[in-house]
């Protein structure tokens, strides 16, 4: 069911990744909007998955500087993003920490993680499976706000034996979003085992509050 965005300091994951550090990127509404359906996706497939603990701070981090490298470049800015998040401190991340969240967020397009790319070899064999786990959320969600206007407010998401839907919920229809983040979904079959469908639902009237961007 759609609901208002939880505000940043009241999601402790967002709210450590927003303490460790103060990376620019170029589109913050858009960033932050990813960093909620990412952390949507991830609360609500926690336990059908059995997605681990670590990953949820993990992937927020991701979500937040996924697109940092576009300050740098917007050609394979994911590269530049990987460069970016390693080339400062973050408090309150251990290094490995540090090198997942730069692959998560490396990941969040093009290539799926590979043992040949240099920056995805650092990682110890252990600490693999969350990054792509996690990198596998972040491209569907970073497809949900392909067009940078936050127009899937929120999603659902029902668990079946051999897939997922993942039901976008918005005003409108939004061809160009559900279209991306199916394109994007190639590595969640990966890594999961299971196929996904990514379908639109129109939000119900909302009652009080309306619901906010991230």
């Given at each position: 069911m759609p609901r208002d965005h939880q505000p940043e300091e009241t999601d402790k994951s967002l709210a450590r990744a927003l303490a460790a550090g103060k990376i620019e990127t170029p589109d913050p509404e858009h960033s932050r909007h990813v960093a909620y359906l990412s952390l949507r996706l991830y609360d609500l497939l926690k336990e059908p998955l059995a997605l681990p603990d670590d990953g949820r701070d993990l992937l927020a981090a991701a979500a937040l500087w996924h697109d940092c490298g576009q300050m740098r470049s917007m050609a394979d800015h994911h590269r530049h993003s990987f460069d970016r998040i390693m080339a400062i401190p973050l408090r309150g991340f251990s290094q490995e920490q540090q090198l997942q969240i730069a692959n998560i967020a490396r990941y969040h397009r093009a290539a799926h993680p590979?043992?040949?790319?240099?920056?995805?070899?650092?990682?110890?064999?252990?600490?693999?499976?969350?990054?792509?786990?996690?990198?596998?959320?972040?491209?569907?969600?970073?497809?949900?706000?392909?067009?940078?206007?936050?127009?899937?407010?929120?999603?659902?998401?029902?668990?079946?034996?051999?897939?997922?839907?993942?039901?976008?919920?918005?005003?409108?229809?939004?061809?160009?979003?559900?279209?991306?983040?199916?394109?994007?979904?190639?590595?969640?079959?990966?890594v999961f085992g299971r196929d996904v469908e990514i379908l639109p639902k129109v939000a119900r009237p909302q009652t009080g509050r309306r619901m906010e961007g991230a």
């Open positions: 590979s043992p040949q790319h240099p920056g995805y070899q650092r990682l110890p064999r252990a600490l693999r499976p969350v990054v792509d786990q996690m990198a596998a959320i972040l491209r569907i969600a970073e497809g949900l706000d392909a067009g940078h206007l936050q127009m899937i407010k929120d999603v659902d998401v029902v668990v079946h034996d051999g897939y997922v839907t993942i039901y976008a919920i918005s005003d409108t229809y939004p061809t160009m979003e559900i279209e991306r983040a199916q394109s994007r979904a190639g590595l969640f079959r990966e």
